[in-house]
């Protein structure tokens, strides 16, 4: 027999509830449920205090998923390039292991908003959550993943930093400080940056930290030492064309990532400038290959593996009906000083 509201309202089985219905009863998205059950804060304390009355009086269930279909951590790739990518799967794959889980790969082709075919796969799939990285789904996207009790933890995010699935990050502010006050430390104060696309949370947050520490040494920023990239050699390497053929040019670049750096180590080479002697670079993600780069890259090194695990770990956690400790969880990151960077001039 199924319950209703005074006759009106969303019939609901007897029993536990799963969050769609627990939503139907509350007249409120799943999306509001979801962040009730996973114990975020930015709910209404009165539509709070209603949804955890329903689950205190009716229960709350995960819905039951096929054996063989459960058993799968389906993770989503902006694009799979790179060490980059082989890093962070190694992380979600050592934690799916223990858990006896496969881990299914899907890939955007550079997107960062995945099409309706890959939702409609993916609840085809049924896994037991998805590990989204360095991408976004689209709120009707993540609406339809909750109505399946399916867990969505985005790794590396884009986009607004104040977004309702769990996420997995990176210290990219302290990052950006730590890789500036290095080079201001050298003595360097003609400092010029790459940063990556500004709708990236980390690119801006990486860019933030680079102007947060001109500002704390007294340092004017420059604008015209700041170009806005794309995370792609090539693009690196033609915007280091650009500052390093200013008529003032810097001393020192700040690459938001490793393979930025690799662009600018191109164009110094093309324009017969050495690295450290004539010009200091430091990278960020400290990706393996950056100790055989000539000379070898001082990088911040990104906790990529770890990144990954941690995102494993809650998708289980969420997947067996926990409550998770932290919604946002940001691991450190560490400057690792190469031989890329010296004194102005090289002394």
Wanted: hydrophobic share 40%; with cysteine.
């Amino acid at each position: 027999m199924s319950a209703t509201s005074a006759g009106t309202g969303p019939a609901v089985p007897d029993g536990p509830l799963t969050i769609a219905q627990l939503a139907a009863l509350a007249g409120v998205s799943t999306a509001t449920v979801s962040k009730v059950v996973n114990g975020r804060s930015d709910v209404a304390a009165a539509t709070r205090a209603q949804i955890e009355e329903l689950i205190r009086t009716r229960g709350y269930r995960r819905q039951r998923r096929p054996t063989k279909s459960a058993a799968l951590i389906d993770v989503l790739f902006h694009e799979l390039r790179g060490v980059y990518a082989i890093e962070i799967l190694n992380g979600v794959e050592e934690v799916a292991r223990e858990h006896r889980l496969g881990v299914v790969l899907s890939e955007l082709g550079g997107r960062h908003v995945p099409g309706q075919d890959w939702v409609e796969e993916a609840l085809a799939r049924r896994p037991v959550g998805v590990v989204s990285v360095f991408s976004g789904l689209e709120p009707d996207q993540t609406e339809r993943l909750y109505s399946r009790d399916i867990p969505l933890v985005l790794l590396d995010p884009t986009g607004d930093p104040d977004h309702d699935a769990p996420s997995v990050g990176s210290g990219n502010w302290n990052g950006g400080l730590s890789a500036t006050r290095h080079l201001i430390g050298l003595g360097h104060r003609r400092i010029g940056v790459i940063t990556g696309p500004d709708r990236m949370e980390a690119s801006r947050a990486r860019a933030d930290g680079y102007r947060a520490a001109l500002d704390l040494a007294g340092i004017p920023a420059d604008p015209a030492l700041e170009r806005h990239g794309n995370f792609r050699i090539e693009t690196g390497r033609d915007l280091a064309f650009e500052l390093l053929r200013l008529e003032d040019r810097p001393t020192a670049i700040f690459a938001c990532n490793d393979g930025t750096a690799l662009g600018v180590y191109h164009a110094a080479a093309k324009l017969g400038l050495r690295i450290p002697e004539d010009l200091s670079v430091v990278g960020f993600d400290d990706l393996p290959e950056t100790r055989w780069m000539i000379p070898p890259l001082t990088s911040v090194r990104q906790p990529l593996k770890e990144m990954g695990a941690a995102a494993a770990r809650m998708i289980t956690a969420l997947a067996a009906g926990e409550t998770l400790p932290h919604h946002r969880v940001e691991l450190a990151t560490e400057l690792v000083v190469r031989e890329s960077t010296a004194r102005p001039g090289g002394r």
